[in-house]
């Protein structure tokens, strides 16, 4: 079975869609409609724009964010092939997102780490090309605008600023321009919030959008749950690590670098994750994509099929006990 993902064929993107809604069936049986939350006023606001379209359907609501999950694996499984992060065009890192965005229900439904994703995804992408660029400026310009999107969106998110300053230093030659056309990329978003909420006499929600908080559960909860997530994800990314020793050497340096980049990725995803606020419940979808690339190495193996075949299976038996675990 894993030979249909190994290879590009359109047959396989409909596969992947019928993997994915089987997988998401339970949330669409069970749909439910995103609720405001205080302090997110730019969220609130695309809430607004979607209520008006979808009429407040819990359905079309969960449906379009499934949807929304399966074009964020394709745009992710694109940025792969384009930055040439592996050594073959396959389908893997798009499969993973979808079977780890399976591990809990609440990644499924449309929220603000969702939204988010776009904004880090397209982000990244951008900055993956900062050294094949004929115009890096620009580049610069807009990887910092769609950075700061996201931490419009939630506070924390700011922190993904240090990704771009590490994919600048990583990719390009020291130029002060360029660092200036970066910053001022990344203030154009605020500055411009800032204006709207003015015209609107709403300046003061502004004062709500600084938050932070430690979500990390005092008291565990779910600890069937969590004890096969953390157990099946340490296999994962131990047997992922030990894929990418055996193929970074045959790897040219921009891409040694791009990988740098994306493990950076990992980890600032995981502290924005950390110290997002309480109230946005389903923020370790943030780490996903990252992570998804991380451990679609391990399928990448073919010297030895035996371990991408394990890795494989393995993957889909994790996602299936935890759903299991959830509905326990």
């Known amino acids: ?117 776009w904004c880090t995804l397209i982000g990244l992408d951008i900055c993956l090309s900062f050294n094949q660029s004929t115009s890096p400026r620009k580049n610069l310009f807009n990887a910092a605008f769609v950075f700061a999107l996201a931490g419009l969106l939630h506070f924390s998110a700011v922190g993904y600023i240090l990704l771009l300053i590490a994919a600048i230093l990583l990719l390009r030659p020291f130029n002060a321009g360029e660092w200036t056309v970066a910053s001022m990329g990344y203030i154009t978003p605020f500055y411009f919030a800032a204006c709207i909420l003015f015209i609107a006499d709403m300046l003061p929600a502004f004062a709500h959008w600084p938050d932070l908080d430690f979500t990390v559960i005092r008291k565990i909860k779910m600890p069937v749950y969590m004890s096969i997530l953390g ?16 193929q970074m050497p045959k790897a040219t340096i921009y891409v040694r670098r791009a990988w740098i980049v994306v493990v950076i990725y990992i980890f600032l995803s995981a502290l924005v994750a950390l110290f997002g606020e309480t109230s946005v419940n389903n923020a370790w979808l943030l780490t996903i994509p990252a992570l998804s690339l991380f451990i679609a190495q391990g399928l990448m193996v073919e010297k030895t099929k035996w371990f991408s075949n394990f890795i494989f299976y393995f993957s889909i038996i994790l996602v299936l006990a935890c759903q299991w675990a959830v509905n326990k």
């Open 231 to 246: 157990s099946g994800l340490l296999v994962l990314t131990g047997g992922s690590f030990y894929a990418m020793q055996q």
């Open 1 to 117: 079975m894993l030979n249909l993902f190994r290879n590009k064929s359109p047959y396989t993107v409909l596969i992947l869609l019928i993997i994915a809604l089987v997988l998401k069936s339970g949330v669409l049986v069970n749909p439910q409609a995103p609720a405001k939350i205080e302090g997110y006023f730019f969220y609130n606001s695309i809430l607004s724009v979607f209520n008006v379209l979808f009429g407040g359907s819990a359905f079309l609501y969960t449906l379009v964010s499934v949807l929304m999950l399966f074009a964020q694996s394709l745009y992710l499984n694109s940025i792969t092939t384009r930055h040439k992060l592996f050594t073959k065009s396959t389908f893997f890192p798009a499969l993973v997102f979808v079977l780890f965005t399976s591990i809990h229900p609440y990644f499924n439904y449309f929220s603000v780490p969702m939204v988010m994703n």
